[in-house]
């Protein structure tokens, strides 16, 4: 949270809330075992989904899928500048606890993210 909140110049609880959501997203919608893999190198991070998950209230209406994510974290006050800067931080994190492999594999398998690879 912290290495997020400072790389991205954002404040710790919305890099808290970024990361949970980010997290629900790829738990949804990306590779099981790759993602859970990564769920578990990441002390609270079932803590962070799970209230990730408790405050999505309108977002799911919205549906699921990228744009659904991105109208979450625009929510937080992200810009996308922000989120650009958020998503390599969290694709070099990933990298840094499950391998370069494992996070290719979550980006190619994942709708949306696999344009990213």
Avoid: H, Y
């Avoid at 993602?35 to 990730?52: K, M, N």
């Amino acid at each position: 949270i912290g290495r997020l909140a400072t790389t991205a110049g954002i404040d710790s609880a919305v890099a808290e809330k970024t990361i949970g959501i980010v997290l629900e997203f790829l738990r949804n919608e990306g590779p099981t075992a790759q993602v859970q893999t990564l769920i578990d190198q990441i002390p609270g991070a079932e803590a962070a989904i799970a209230a990730s998950e408790r405050n999505a209230g309108f977002a799911r209406l919205m549906g699921g899928g990228l744009m659904a994510l991105g109208s979450r974290l625009m929510a937080l006050g992200l810009g996308m500048g922000d989120i650009e800067t958020v998503a390599r931080e969290l694709v070099k994190f990933g990298r840094d606890k499950i391998g370069a492999d494992q996070m290719r594999e979550i980006m190619s398998k994942t709708p949306g993210l696999n344009q990213f690879v």
